[in-house]
């Protein structure tokens, strides 16, 4: 029952009044009771239970009050503490030089010192702590001392300072009235709060204003200094079309005193200056120039002329600046002009003379063509009737041969005399064969007859013809097959290539005559290499002329230099190219070029023809091969090796000095070799697209070690040569001849 009379929830204040309560009815109750045995003794020992009950819980109740009153000591000690921290940290705010404030993670204003926001008085008593980030911006945005860039609204400008809040750091300047600068820096706490600095950077921007005026002045002077050291005359104007820069030379060549230009003076009242004392070249120009001012953006440059007086011829040119402004620049041609006044008289002149001396060459060209006709008419006749006494003559002589053959006739010194007559009818028929081949090939009566010619079939009956001759005179000959066929006509090329073969057995002492064909760039060339004396450069002119032989030694039985005159004719009415190499004391090689449009696609063997261990190579001499390296070994060793070859390097380390070195010499390369890995991870096939927008597509060759087809791929797609690392000479000299061949 005791418990049930005791709530053990209740407090213990509340328990013992409980207790005290019922102690005291229970007494009231004994005293009263008229049942004084048992109910009474009852009462009392229930009473004494209860008292022992009240004094536990007053014990309970003082120990309580006791831990309480410790408790509420300590909270005053460390509220004391708390409220020296933050009055320090007040103070020690206070002491700071810049605006401080704290936001917590909610963005609600925690503590600012008397500095924050004191350059905007209009709204410092409202940054109290409670206030969020949000009001914050709008109140400042809003501030009369903020000075707002040109053009944008207070809405804008708190909109642009919200989108900034959304970084961890934000550095910032902000300019306030009374041309006064404040920088604003915001940065993240740990917990997610947000501090923010403002720094009255005052001093520093109105410095460094100061020194860059000082800049501009020294920079005004020398472009001042400048303007009046050009031969041209200038005048800048401002956006508003008001006269700002001028130099001397303006005036003297506008003819126009000093004391009239004057600093703002506009354009019209300085144009209605000149315009009384000017006239343009087009009468359009009056308006152009009058319109393209009033325009006063996006205006293209302009250009025109005007005169002064009789002779002064001003060429004027005028261009938009980037502020909107304007400059005009007034050039003296009165030279150049009058120069081409007096070539255009001349030419007047020379046109006539020339119009006279047309008609003198044509007369004179149709006499020429009515006496080669002439010749070839009678070269062809004489031929002819010398060919008939000729032809009985050999028959005499094949018959004094043939008497000659009887044992009992037979003599050595007859025989010889026999075969001398023999071998000078033959050459004679040779001559007049050949005589009656220029005539037709000069008068344009050669009959072509074109079509497909496979060269192996042309080349192999020469060579059983031909091959005897050489070997009697102890040379290697030597033809190498191949499987290609041509558009041409047969007899003609075999003619030439007849002619160039004995030609070159002919004239070899000692040593080889080789034929081939080699493929280049989708031609044919068919070569014919001798080892013989070679032709001075001099005289490598008249060898094609009638009757011209440069070796004396050779005796006139064995031709009267007519071969190449034929062969140089053939290859003309052909249109197959003749080609001429020859160093003397080394050998010659005559090349027959076949063009695209005469080969049949077939495969065909390229760049095997080989003379004497020496490969035939095309002169590189003064081609401009630009070289970008960046190791300054393999650099040197490439420029050394080109050099050697006779080509102009242009070697650099990178593609600022490539630039440099292009525009200074004001030239293009005829061909760029490029590392692919270049300093600063730059790479060889970027620079040379840089390079191609400005000199086109240069023949181009990527070097590397690196093998990966990637890169072969991407060669390819840029068209250039990939050469590995390290480097075949041989392989680098074939793409410079590629190069210059196209």
């Avoid at 229970?26 to 048992?38: C, N, P, T």
């Avoid at 300085?270 to 319109?291: H, P």
């Avoid at 008289?345 to 060459?361: C, D, G, M, P, S």
Wanted: glycine share 6%; aromatic share 4%.
């Amino acid at each position: 029952m005791e418990h049930g009379l005791i709530n053990p929830a209740d407090t213990l204040e509340r328990q013992n009044e409980k207790l005290i309560k019922i102690v005291t009815t229970l007494m009231r109750r004994i005293e009263k009771g008229v049942d004084a045995s048992g109910v009474a003794y009852a009462q009392f020992q229930r009473a004494v239970l209860l008292e022992d009950e009240v004094r536990s819980r007053t014990h309970d109740l003082e120990r309580a009050l006791d831990l309480l009153n410790e408790s509420n000591v300590r909270l005053a000690r460390a509220n004391a503490e708390a409220e020296t921290a933050r009055v320090n940290l007040a103070n020690a705010l206070e002491t700071v030089q810049e605006g401080f404030a704290l936001f917590d993670a909610e963005d609600v204003l925690v503590m600012c010192n008397s500095r924050f926001g004191l350059h905007m008085r209009d709204i410092h008593p409202r940054l109290q702590p409670g206030l969020r980030f949000e009001d914050y911006v709008r109140i400042v945005s809003t501030s009369r001392y903020l000075d707002l860039p040109e053009g944008q609204a207070s809405p804008e400008w708190a909109a642009n300072r919200m989108e900034r809040h959304k970084d961890r750091h934000v550095a910032f300047n902000v300019r306030m009235a009374g041309d006064c600068w404040l920088q604003v820096s915001e940065h993240r706490t740990p917990d997610g709060g947000t501090v923010i600095l403002q720094t009255d950077i005052t001093d520093m921007v109105l410095l460094e204003r100061q020194e860059r005026e000082r800049l501009l002045d020294g920079q005004a002077q020398l472009i001042r200094a400048t303007l009046e050291h050009l031969n041209q005359g200038i005048c800048i104007f401002d956006d508003q079309n008001r006269l700002i820069g001028w130099n001397q030379r303006a005036g003297e060549l506008l003819t126009i005193a000093a004391r009239q230009f004057q600093l703002g003076i506009s354009f019209g009242a300085l144009y209605k200056l000149i315009r009384s004392k000017v006239s343009f070249s087009r009468k359009q120009d009056v308006k152009r120039i009058e319109d393209w001012v009033q325009v006063g953006v996006n205006r293209p440059p302009l250009s025109f002329e005007i005169v002064i007086g009789r002779d002064r011829v001003l060429a004027v040119f005028a261009q938009q600046m980037p502020d909107k402004g304007f400059v005009i620049s007034f050039t003296d041609v009165s030279a150049e002009r009058l120069a081409v006044r007096a070539i255009s008289e001349v030419n007047e002149t020379l046109e006539q003379r020339v119009a006279e001396r047309t008609l003198e060459l044509e007369a004179a060209l149709a006499e020429a063509e009515r006496a080669n006709a002439s010749k070839s008419r009678f070269v062809a006749a004489a031929s002819h009737d010398l060919l008939q006494p000729l032809s009985a003559a050999k028959l005499f002589v094949a018959s004094l041969e043939s008497e000659l053959a009887d044992p009992e006739l037979a003599s050595p010194e007859l025989a010889e005399r026999a075969a001398k007559a023999n071998n000078a009818l033959m050459s004679a028929e040779n001559i007049l064969n050949a005589l009656l081949d220029i005539s037709k090939l000069d008068s344009g009566r050669a009959a072509l007859h074109e079509g497909p010619v496979a060269l192996d079939d042309l080349l192999g009956p020469l060579r059983d013809e031909l091959r005897p001759l050489a070997e009697k005179k102890g040379l290697a000959f030597r033809m190498v097959s191949t499987g290609a066929v041509v558009i041409s006509d047969a007899s003609y090329l075999r003619r030439i290539l007849q002619n160039l073969i004995s030609n070159a057995i002919r004239y070899t002492a000692r040593g080889k005559v080789l034929v081939g064909v080699r493929s280049r760039m989708g031609r044919l060339f068919i070569e014919v290499w001798d080892t013989g004396p070679g032709i001075p450069e001099h005289e490598q002119g008249k060898i094609f002329q009638e009757f011209q032989r440069l070796n004396a030694t050779v005796s006139a039985a064995d031709g009267m230099g007519l071969g190449l005159a034929i062969v140089e004719r053939a290859c003309r009415l052909l249109d197959h190219p003749l080609h001429l190499k020859s160093e003397v004391g080394k050998g010659t090689c005559f090349s027959v070029e076949l063009p695209p449009s005469s080969v049949v696609p077939k495969p065909v063997p390229s760049d095997d023809l080989i003379l004497l261990g020496k490969e035939k190579r095309l002169s590189l001499a003064h081609h401009i091969v630009l070289l970008i390296e960046n190791d300054e070994g393999l650099r040197s060793a490439i420029t050394l090796t080109l050099e050697k070859w006779g080509v102009d390097v242009l070697p650099c380390a990178n593609e600022g000095e490539a630039v440099a070195v292009l525009q200074e010499l004001d030239i293009a390369p005829d061909a760029i070799i490029a590392d692919y890995q270049l300093d600063h991870g730059l790479l060889g096939t970027d620079v040379v697209l840089r390079l191609r927008e400005r000199y086109g597509k240069v023949p181009t060759c990527i070097i590397s070690a690196n093998r990966s087809p990637l890169l072969a791929e991407q060669c390819q797609r840029l068209g250039a040569s990939l050469h590995h690392k390290p480097l075949n000479p041989l392989e680098l000299r074939e793409f410079l001849e590629d190069a210059v061949s196209r």
